[in-house]
């Protein structure tokens, strides 16, 4: 027997009365700072505070305290001279293998799986994922990110999508692959599509910045703004080219609120763990793959043979094949890699971007694979056409300039 | 609310001044408009974009913040815009002072991991940048101005 009109009302009635409290409404210091956050006029300024606090903490305590200060030292000055006269026969494959040049003075030329590949992982990518996590977990739970998805909201409708693509944007600036998984929180098959290929193109994660930030730092600055750059133009050229909608909707911003211990450091374990059970394994095998590949001269012949592309159209080495493809598995590693190859500033440049643009990581690939197979070769098929002509017009940029 | 005090104004006026002055004067600085200023304890410009202009144009905005709501800052607009305005010059100066702390905690080229305890305090001398400088000052504009309202049962 159902109830009527009347009794419904007296439950609500009665409900209401016993959970609902009544009294003067007072705006707390957090309901003003969260008003004006909101606000263009002041929360643009703020998410440029907040922004610069984010990289500078990852710089100071990634780069400069644990990386230069402490790992340099103890995998260059210690690790590698212990590997290269413990291990025997230094003439042998398996000593190139797992320790790589013998005659190499830092970890980032030896690369052998022990020595690059455990200072690649330990030494410098580590550092980067745990203060870049411990960043993003502060701005999620102290109720920042959805103020910043409104302020984007205006400028990323430009380009198809709609304010929430910043969280896997930035996400993405740690890792691509839960990125790709939170891309399932857009509306549109139109917006999911766009935000995923932008990923895969523009988006570096925070291994591949943590390492350039090392080995390329006078760099870096210039290849995230063409990386931005790219992300607008080919965002935009995307949006116009897709069929698809982009509707409007309604993000529910929380209230400001402090960040609880125990909640940060169970994100931060479940994140870090994630780097070290699948990013670590990867650039071990990475690195071994890459130096069978260059003991069987299949690298001397792939670069011999893309040389023209590479020379002529991107105006890079043809060495450059080498930590592309190395870049399949873990971009970090290839950024490493180029490191030691010698070319000019602006070479450097085009490399780190291409690289950034070229694929995504195998681990990426696999999550887009699961988006679907449609999907997927659409995607390969715009990254196929957008390397090609944003590589040679960053040449042509260089050439213009009178510096590539 | 407490009544408005025009001695409370009339500092968070001055501070948010000096700081959209520290500000612009380091990005004309970095853009080579003039040599580094050194000026008692504190020290203008330099190289780093990323430091020297981004940051600085955060002061700036700090700066502006807290002129735009000195006047008003007893009400409940005014007390956010300045709030919001000591939150961005503490986080240039925070951050500044962080990083210094990074550089200082490891020993310079050398065999040794740790700094000298004295090479460490050492590094804290000055000349310092302007966030730092403006930094107690705003901080405790902040504390005075957080404590008022919670006082007020906000």
Known sequence: ?404 | MEAPCRGAELVTAAVGLAAVACGAANILVWAGLYDGIEIGIMAIGGPDFFRWVWGSLVVVFGGVMMLAGARQMHAVPGYGKVLLGVAMIGIIGGTDIFALICENIPAGEGAQFFNSATGFIGAFAPPYPPAVVLLPFALVIGCALYAGRADDGC
């Open chain 1, 1 to 404: 027997m159902g109830l009527t009109a009347d009794e419904r009302w007296g439950l609500v009635d009665a409900i209401a009365q016993r959970t609902v409290a009544f009294g003067i409404s007072r705006q707390t210091t957090g309901d003003v700072l969260g008003e004006l956050t909101v606000k263009p006029l002041t929360g643009i300024p703020t998410a440029l505070a907040v922004l610069y606090a984010f990289w500078s903490i990852f710089g100071s305590f990634a780069g400069v305290l644990v990386t230069d200060g402490f790992m340099i030292k103890l995998f260059d000055g210690y690790w590698l001279p212990w590997m290269q006269a413990a291990w025997p026969d230094p003439g042998s494959v398996h000593y190139f293998l797992f320790v790589g040049d013998p005659a190499a003075e830092t970890c980032f030329e030896a690369f052998g799986m022990l020595t690059s590949g455990l200072f690649v992982s330990f030494g410098v990518v580590l550092p980067a994922i745990f203060v870049f996590y411990l960043m993003m977990t502060l701005l999620e739970d102290s109720g920042y990110l959805p103020r910043l998805a409104v302020l984007m909201d205006t400028l990323l409708h430009k380009i198809g999508l709609h304010g929430y693509a910043i969280v896997p944007a930035i996400l993405g600036l740690g890792c691509n692959v839960p990125a790709v998984t939170a891309t399932r929180t857009l509306e549109t098959k139109k917006q999911r599509f766009i935000m995923m290929t932008l990923l895969a193109l523009f988006i570096p994660c925070g291994a591949q910045l943590g390492i350039m930030l090392q080995v390329v730092p006078d760099t870096v600055g210039w290849v995230l703004l063409y990386l931005l750059i790219g992300f607008v133009v080919f965002g935009y050229v995307l949006s116009r080219v897709i069929p698809g909608s982009n509707p409007e909707i309604l993000i529910d911003v929380p209230p400001y609120r402090w960040p609880q211990r125990a909640n940060v450091a169970k994100k931060l374990w479940n994140k870090t763990r994630g780097f070290l059970t699948n990013a670590v394994p990867f650039v071990m095998l990475g690195i071994l793959i890459v130096n069978i590949l260059y003991l069987t001269g299949f690298i001397g012949w792939l670069a011999d043979l893309a040389a023209p592309l590479f020379v002529t159209w991107f105006g890079v080495p043809k060495e450059t094949v080498g930590p592309l493809l190395a870049a399949f598995l873990r971009k970090d590693l290839a950024v490493a890699q180029l490191s030691t190859i010698p070319m000019t500033s602006y070479q450097m440049i085009t490399a780190v971007v291409l690289i950034s643009i070229y694929f995504p990581c195998v681990a990426t690939f696999a999550m887009m694979v699961r988006e679907g197979p449609r999907q997927l070769l659409a995607a390969i098929g715009v990254l196929a056409a957008v390397v090609l002509i944003y590589g040679g017009l960053i040449h042509a940029v260089g050439i213009l300039l009178g510096v590539a």
